[in-house]
């Protein structure tokens, strides 16, 4: 029987080229890299023809993993019923204040008072000099 040998070379200076050797060495301490290289060659070039019927044959678990949600998202009318329960719980638990609608009322408040400056009345050196002293002693 004929046998072909392919080399691949690893870049270890890059950290992705390192871990693909880290999982290259597991697998044949395991006995499945040959296996492995040839369904992945199979399937990427299944991927790059836009077909999917390989990947799904070896693992079916896939369909459903991409497979879109089978419960849609809740109606609108359903969420709003909702809040409007959480609310009322809310509201039973007491303490609590319905808030009010639209915006808040502003209160109405007088005109701001009037402030007239009082004058101090001018200082000369002495009286400055007679506070100074009288304050250090």
Do not use: C
Not at 7 to 18: A, T
Not at 82 to 111: H, T
């Amino acid at each position: 029987m004929a046998r072909k040998r392919i080399d691949l070379f690893l870049d270890l200076k890059k950290k992705d080229e390192r871990l693909v050797l880290r999982t290259i060495e597991n697998l044949k301490a395991k006995r499945y890299f040959s296996s492995v290289v040839r369904d992945g060659i199979m399937i990427v070039n299944e991927l790059r023809q836009g077909k999917v019927d390989l990947l799904l044959k070896l693992y079916p678990w896939v369909a459903d993993a991409i497979r879109p949600p089978a419960h849609p998202i809740p109606v609108s009318s359903d969420l709003e019923g909702q809040i409007a329960d959480l609310k009322q719980i809310i509201l039973q638990q007491g303490n609590i204040g319905v808030p009010p609608v639209g915006y808040p009322v502003m209160k109405q408040i007088g005109a701001p008072p009037v402030v007239t400056p009082k004058t101090a009345p001018a200082a000369d050196a002495g009286a400055i000099a007679d506070n100074f002293l009288a304050f250090i002693q």
